[in-house]
């Protein structure tokens, strides 16, 4: 949750929701955190959109097309890059209202345009979260129950999970339709931008806020990622205690085709991890400025505001991370994935045979043939 403060005396978010509204002279802010997220934004996204689309080709090869957690990894790496558009275009727009003086990038839209961006952007927010949860999901049945064939790891399975995923994600956005419309952000300068209607403010903040940010984007993804993890973990070393104990050959064996799984397993757990760790510090500053409005004076409420708005902006640039690191995750823990990888970048060379006393009499007979 990223907050701002407008010409208006109003405090926000990112999101546009008011916080706090009074008459006061906004003291100078401290903006290490603003410069270090609107440098680090572009390298972040230039980086990320790299790492997804090669993660996208890697898991379309013919080798991983037809594994269920593919078309999840493919699906968050196209939602992720989404995101981190988004992410450079918001930058841009704050770097041209802050210093440019300028109007900004959503001065020419109007309100049917207001309501299809501010949509589309929480809906891919959305998917990106629940499409982490989806994999750890997918994990859990992997590990724990291996030999059940369960539909939603299968192709036509995992692809319908996700289509269901992205309808239900939109119906719990479509309150935004209603209460987003483009309004004056800045009267002194006459800058207008998507905002929720003056007489849906209150509410609206609440659904945004409390439904959408925390509730749906962190608290429910973070709980359903720590279940499916734990005993995913759980089950994997009870594995490999019990195949420390056990010495006949046909439990080792068995043992080693479960040490390929639970190499895949590691890196897709690492991936869910990342999610928590990446956007953990901006969940915990939104809650600390949520408590001390909620709770707290209003002058300490603004002096925390204003003392954290440089962590603010720092744990927007941590929280970009999670869009981007993923190929990276992939590449360090995954043998298959790299393997897949290298053979992308590598000029395939024919396949001599070589006619050994152990050739075929046909193959002998063709190579003298031809």
């Known amino acids: 949750m990223e907050f701002l403060y407008d010409e208006n005396e109003t405090w926000t978010n990112g999101s546009n929701m008011t916080y706090l509204s009074q008459d006061f002279q906004m003291p100078s802010l401290p903006r290490w955190g603003f410069w270090t997220k609107f440098l680090s934004t572009p390298i972040i996204v230039l980086v990320g959109i790299i790492g997804n689309v090669l993660s996208f080709i890697v898991m379309k090869t013919k080798t991983l097309r037809h594994k269920s957690y593919s078309h999840y990894l493919c699906a968050l790496a196209v939602f992720d890059t989404m995101t981190l558009v988004i992410r450079q275009i918001e930058s841009v727009d704050e770097y041209l209202v802050s210093y440019k003086e300028s109007s900004g990038i959503f001065q020419n839209f109007n309100d049917s345009s207001c309501k299809l961006y501010n949509f589309t952007v929480h809906v891919i927010t959305l998917m990106c979260s629940w499409l982490v949860v ?95 993890n734990s005993f995913v973990l759980y089950h994997i070393l009870r594995v490999r205690r019990d195949l420390y ?31 928590i760790i990446t956007l953990l510090p901006l969940f915990t500053l939104s809650l600390i400025v949520d408590v001390t409005i909620k709770l707290g004076s209003l002058e300490r409420a603004r002096n925390t505001y204003m003392t954290l708005i440089p962590y603010i902006d720092l744990s927007v640039s941590v929280s970009l991370l999670n869009y981007a690191a993923n190929f990276f995750i992939y590449v360090l823990s995954g043998k298959r994935f ?22 075929t009499r046909v193959e002998f007979l063709f190579r003298r043939g031809s």
């Open 134 to 228: 989806f994999m750890a999901v997918e994990r859990l049945i992997a590990v724990c129950f291996p030999f059940k064939k369960v539909y939603f790891r299968k192709e036509t399975g995992a692809a319908t999970a996700i289509g269901v995923l992205f309808v239900i994600v939109c119906l719990t956005q479509t309150f935004r339709f209603l209460m987003i419309e483009h309004s004056m952000y800045d009267d002194e300068n006459n800058i207008q931008d998507c905002l929720a209607a003056q007489k849906y403010r209150e509410i609206y903040t609440s659904l945004d806020v409390y439904f959408f940010l925390w509730t749906l984007v962190f608290v429910l993804p973070v709980i359903c990622i720590i279940i499916c």
């Open 245 to 275: 104990k056990e010495e006949n050959y046909l439990t080792y064996r068995n043992g080693r085709a479960r040490e390929v799984k639970h190499k895949s397993t590691c890196m897709l757990l690492i991936v869910t991890f990342m999610y």
């Open 338 to 359: 790299r393997f897949e990888l290298q053979n992308l970048f590598m000029k395939k060379r024919p396949i001599k045979r070589c006619f050994t006393a152990r050739s």
